[in-house]
């Protein structure tokens, strides 16, 4: 296999070693936030990488971090999950513009914003977990609250960037939900169910296809269901467990481009980009970047799509790293053109994807998906949970 390394260290912002580093989001006019686990959020300087504004959350880890309606280049609030709330701040005056509650003051894990709407999950609290949509125009109540469609935490959520009317959240439960917002009670908005692994991240692809990753690295492709397809059970692409296809330790996730992936072994931990389009992983073309945070987790990358030979990486070593690369990646900022808008649910046409040219062990594995009208047994004891999987510091 053919790893050549191909980034040098430009920089390293160190916050502490006993202070994780844990996801980037970028506001381009202004800068590149980066959370912590002591509930700091720091502005990172576009052309010195180093810290120049922090704003304090509070004393407990950020569990999640977005931007607001996704708005990179032009947005200036963003979302910060921290205990049990949801503070949105506003990076020019650094101050809390509103601040989001749960009835059950469970910590919240997950975030994310489009159309107009900021979702939020959380931690398991008595049977269920919550999911909330607040409207960013009006922040005093929640427009729908899903209080029994996972019961475990909330570890994802992404809306769909075309359609407005979809949402996908993932869960320790096992389960990858995709809710139909047009509905106004909870049972009707769940469209389709995936029924796969404990979810360490999930995410859209292209417009009808959804991305699964698990705490025990396990990593699938399926299809959205539209109204016409109660009948049909798509078959997923499975890449089963991808440790050992992909010469890695763990995933870190998904981007529009490259699959970010790592190593935390004693003297051998690394950083790995895969080239990931049309649904190919290309592991042969693989760029590793050795020792990249020693030998502690990575918790999230980072590549500005127009100046694509940068790395931004950060971890639990308490540093955010900035690599250059000899050559820069096809890092597009996006996985299709999302200005399009779409009825994804109507339109019975499928999206056309390249086939996958991966080897017969890719789809060795059946996944069942479970329709709107099938219900999930609300038992503890079916919790998807295991020993080997990341959790995140919550």
Not at 111 to 117: A, K, M, Q
Not at 196 to 214: D, N
Not at 272 to 285: A, G, Q, R, Y
Request: hydrophobic share 30%; aromatic share 8%; net charge negative.
């Amino acid at each position: 296999m053919d790893e050549t390394p191909s980034y040098k260290s430009l920089e390293c912002i160190d916050f502490g070693a006993n202070n994780w580093c844990l996801a980037f989001q970028p506001l381009y006019k202004h800068a590149l936030l980066t959370s912590l686990s002591n509930g700091e959020v720091h502005h990172l300087d576009w052309d010195t990488g180093k810290s120049k504004q922090v704003t304090e959350t509070g004393d407990i880890s950020c569990n999640d971090l977005k931007v607001i309606n996704s708005d990179y280049n032009n947005g200036t609030l963003y979302a910060v999950a921290s205990g049990s709330s949801v503070k949105i701040f506003d990076i020019r005056s650094q101050n809390a513009v509103a601040l989001l509650k749960n009835d059950k003051n469970a910590p919240f894990l997950s975030l994310d914003s489009r159309h107009n709407f900021l979702a939020s999950g959380t931690e398991l609290s008595g049977v269920d977990a919550e999911i909330l949509m607040h409207d960013i125009r009006k922040w005093n109540v929640p427009v729908k609250t899903f209080i029994d469609s996972h019961h475990d935490d909330v570890t994802d959520l992404k809306f769909h960037p075309s359609d407005p009317h979809i949402l996908l959240s993932g869960s320790t439960d096992g389960y990858t939900n995709i809710y139909d917002l047009r509905h106004q009670d909870e049972e009707d908005c769940l469209h389709q169910v995936i029924n796969f692994a404990s979810i360490h991240s999930c995410g859209w692809l292209s417009p009808k296809r959804i991305y699964t990753l698990s705490h025990m690295e396990t990593f699938a492709i399926h299809e959205l269901n539209d109204i016409t397809d109660e009948a049909r059970e798509p078959k997923p692409l499975d890449f089963c467990d991808v440790r050992e296809t992909w010469n890695c330790g763990y995933v870190i996730d998904i981007y529009p481009g490259f699959i970010a992936a790592g190593s935390s072994q004693q003297n051998c931990g690394f950083l790995k980009l895969l080239p990931f389009e049309n649904e190919i992983v290309e592991v042969k073309n693989s760029i590793v970047i050795p020792s990249a945070h020693g030998n502690e987790v990575i918790r999230d990358v980072y590549i500005p799509p127009e100046q694509s030979d940068l790395l931004y990486s950060c971890g639990e070593d308490g540093c955010v790293r900035i690599w250059k690369g000899r050559k820069a990646l096809n890092v597009p900022s996006e996985f299709w053109e999302y200005s399009a808008k779409l009825d994804v649910l109507s339109d019975s046409t499928p999206v056309p994807v390249q086939p996958n040219t991966l080897d017969a062990e890719a789809t060795k594995r059946p996944i069942e998906v479970i329709h709107s009208d099938s219900r999930k047994e609300k038992n503890k004891k079916n919790s998807k949970k295991s020993q080997s999987k990341r959790y995140k510091p919550y």
